[in-house]
């Protein structure tokens, strides 16, 4: 067994900066078990929906195959549903991933691609209408922090990655480290999948 399982991070113009860097800080924390690459189309630079740029390690032509794949949302999943080639890049990865994770908006362009189709998952709430149109064959959950059906985990809006990943964390080493991490992190895990006040709010239940 690998002693590091290997993570790619898929960013595109307009990705959503904590639906990244929320999950990455989680993973970051445990460096002896995670190893992290961004990944684009293109490589280089990548702009974030707000304005940060961010620098690719790879571009989808030299990037490897992940242990772990994660889709960001943001205002940029707009373009990217109509992107062939992101579309098919994240086919092809899903296909070999120990786990394929989204934030956000991020399991609309997983939906798009076919990847959620017969799966449970959830999205952003705000965007729930938009983003469950890209998935017909998807079993949308409306009232959820996150949804994990086998291999398949995706996320509530932004922070909510946060929370998916800690609970990825401890699925695959443990609950002392992925408590420890929240700690060191000092952030409030909610550590219920079901806890989602935001789908009240915006109407869903």
Not at 13 to 22: A, H, I, K, M, R
Not at 65 to 86: H, K, Q
Not at 91 to 110: H, I, N, P, R, W
Request: charged content about 20%; some cysteine.
């Amino acid at each position: 067994m690998k002693n590091k399982r290997s993570i790619g991070v898929v960013l595109f113009p307009g990705f959503e900066l904590l639906d990244v860097f929320g999950p990455l800080e989680m993973y970051g924390q445990a460096p002896g078990h995670f190893e992290i690459q961004l990944v684009s189309e293109e490589g280089g630079e990548v702009a974030s929906a707000q304005g940060p740029r961010s620098v690719a390690d790879v571009a989808f032509c030299d990037a490897p195959n992940f242990d772990i794949l994660l889709v960001p949302g943001g205002i940029g999943t707009r373009a990217e549903v109509l992107n062939d080639v992101f579309l098919q890049w994240v086919v092809d990865q899903s296909k070999s991933c120990e786990y394929v994770t989204s934030v956000c908006t991020g399991s609309a362009l997983l939906a798009k691609a076919g990847i959620l189709d017969g799966v449970r998952a959830t999205t952003n709430k705000k965007a729930f209408d938009w983003a469950t149109s890209q998935g017909e064959r998807v079993h949308w959950v409306k009232e959820a922090r996150w949804v994990e059906d086998g291999r398949f985990i995706t996320s509530s809006g932004v922070s909510a990655g946060i929370d998916m990943t800690l609970a990825l964390i401890q699925k695959m080493l443990g609950p002392e480290m992925a408590k420890d991490i929240a700690t060191w992190t000092e952030y409030e895990w909610h550590s219920d999948s079901s806890w989602d006040p935001f789908a009240r709010f915006y109407g869903l239940v």
